[in-house]
């Protein structure tokens, strides 16, 4: 991912610390959900392992925090032959469009268009290949105050329209002896966005992930994003931009820290 990413560490002291240890209160997830969920059917059961809370497609990672999407997966594990052979299907596919369009598929700027959409698409969609266990890599450090990455830059398409938005990620989250690599954060907002996505899911998605993986004190995710169906079609609003947040753990249930993160996130660059 391309942008500044700026870490920030607040420095109140320990006597009025708001951030001293505090339990971390359950989140019932059924209501971060986005409401498209309950237009998704049920798959078939994954035996042993928990239910996912986004219904019980198998996941795209390990811990059930993809966004369930059929077919997806096969992604993961084709060969070299099949990954050849969905991309002449999607190519094909294109060609109908374009010529149900009025288009004719023959003229020489159009030639090779079909094959180049093909590719773009599964890259603009590489984040289904991805695992949240190989993007995560956790180490034990004794550190309790707020962590703040910002202004990291995401790429993601909007399920609606099949047409981009685009904008910067700000996590935050405050540790429980665990920690992240800063540049993960940047890697966890690429895996998720570069999906068919809705950016109030894709904001609940990364907090959800943080939180079951890290098992913070809590996690606060704030995106800033411009969108191409708004944009190019609709209403047409070229300035417009839609800012979406999640907070969860500390960040929801005591408001000091909920204010010192907007705060550092406020500060001129």
Not at 118 to 123: C, D, E, V, W
Request: hydrophobic share 35%; proline share 5%; charged share 25%.
């Amino acid at each position: 991912m391309g942008g500044k990413h700026q870490l920030e560490s607040s420095s109140n002291g320990s006597k009025n610390n708001p951030h001293a240890p505090l339990p971390v209160v359950p989140v019932k997830r059924s209501k971060l959900i986005n409401s498209s969920s309950s237009r998704i059917e049920t798959g078939t059961p994954l035996g042993q392992r928990a239910a996912s809370p986004y219904t019980l497609y198998p996941p795209i990672d390990s811990d059930g925090l993809s966004w369930p999407s059929k077919g997806a997966r096969a992604r993961l594990d084709q060969t070299p032959e099949e990954a050849k052979a969905r991309e002449g299907r999607i190519a094909d596919a294109v060609k109908v469009i374009l010529q149900e369009l009025g288009e004719d598929v023959d003229r020489e700027g159009l030639l090779e268009t079909p094959e180049r959409y093909a590719r773009a698409m599964l890259y603009f969609t590489k984040g289904y290949e991805d695992n949240i266990r190989d993007v995560l890599k956790v180490f034990e450090e004794d550190h309790d105050e707020m962590v703040i990455v910002r202004d990291i830059e995401i790429f993601s398409l909007c399920e609606h329209h099949l047409v981009p938005f685009f904008g910067k990620v700000h996590i935050g989250y405050i540790p429980n002896k665990r920690v992240l690599g800063l540049s993960k954060l940047a890697r966890l907002a690429e895996m998720y966005s570069r999906r068919f996505q809705v950016q109030e899911r894709l904001t609940k998605q990364i907090a959800m992930a943080l939180l079951e993986f890290l098992k913070p004190r809590g996690v606060a995710v704030v995106i800033e994003a411009t969108h191409m169906c708004m944009v190019s079609r609709g209403v047409q609003k070229t300035g417009s931009s839609t800012t979406t947040s999640c907070m969860l753990g500390c960040f929801r249930d005591h408001q000091k820290t909920r204010e010192e993160f907007l705060t550092l996130l406020s500060r001129k660059q």
